[in-house]
């Protein structure tokens, strides 16, 4: 059965500090993974995407990285800001097109 | 703006009612999706269409129906077939339906039965 699993649940930092978010998933065969960042009440908004032969890919203080490998993902969070508040869902794409959603990782940065 | 309008914001159900959630693009997408999100758990599909007047059934169809009389528009009708639908449902669109292809969201409908 094709399966996303996103760590922490839950994550609490300070404004200002880094974190990094995992993404593990058993989706074979594999076409990419993506990384969306989900703002209460609204619509989940596309950070990076992933093929199989990337290892890094930067997008401002957002940085995705994948082994293919061990079929892991980490998405890591420069210096923080309150706007960083959100639901970050790591999102695998399958055979035909099928897409297996992890059930996201809630970020809420303090000051 | 381009992007995908989902309304109303918020809406309520009563038993045995049907309600229908609107969807409409301005981004000249072919292909445009129906999700449902619930607490802990990833979204699902309900619906897609990669074609106006085509359109097919996703994991969690049962007590759903849609319609793509239009490129631009993706209602989803909620029956009163579908005995859980407290939910928050998001519209989403891609350039062809290809694989791979970035979704673009709408701002979601949250929908709650009285």
């Known amino acids: 059965k094709n399966q996303v699993e996103q760590s922490p649940q839950s994550l609490i930092i300070l404004e200002g500090k880094n974190c990094t978010l995992q993404?593990?998933?058993?989706?074979?065969?594999?076409?990419?993974l993506r990384w969306y960042k989900q703002d209460t009440g609204r619509g989940p908004v596309s950070l990076t995407i992933m093929t199989f032969s990337e290892n890094t890919k930067s997008n401002g203080r957002y940085t995705a990285t994948l082994d293919a490998d061990t079929k892991q993902s980490s998405l890591h969070i420069t210096a923080s800001q309150l706007s960083d508040s959100a639901s970050y869902i790591c999102?695998?794409?399958?055979?035909?097109?099928?897409?297996?959603f992890g059930t996201g990782t809630q970020l809420k940065v303090e000051l | 703006d381009g992007g995908i309008t989902q309304s109303p914001k918020y809406l309520f159900r009563k038993e045995g009612q049907n309600v229908t959630l609107s969807c409409e693009q301005n981004l000249n997408h072919d292909a445009m999706y129906w999700y449902r999100q619930d607490p802990g758990q990833g979204l699902r599909l309900i619906y897609y269409s990669q074609i106006v007047n085509d359109f097919q059934k996703g994991d969690i169809a049962e007590g759903y129906s849609v319609s793509r009389e239009k490129k631009e528009s993706f209602p989803l009708t909620v029956t009163s077939a579908q005995k859980n639908p407290t939910a928050f449902y998001l519209c989403?669109?891609?350039?062809?339906?290809?694989?791979?292809?970035?979704?673009?969201f709408g701002s979601g409908t949250q929908l709650s039965v009285l």
């Open positions: 989403a669109s891609t350039p062809t339906g290809a694989a791979g292809e970035k979704l673009f």
């Open positions: 993404c593990n998933y058993t989706v074979s065969p594999f076409s990419n």
């Open positions: 999102v695998v794409t399958g055979g035909g097109n099928k897409l297996t």
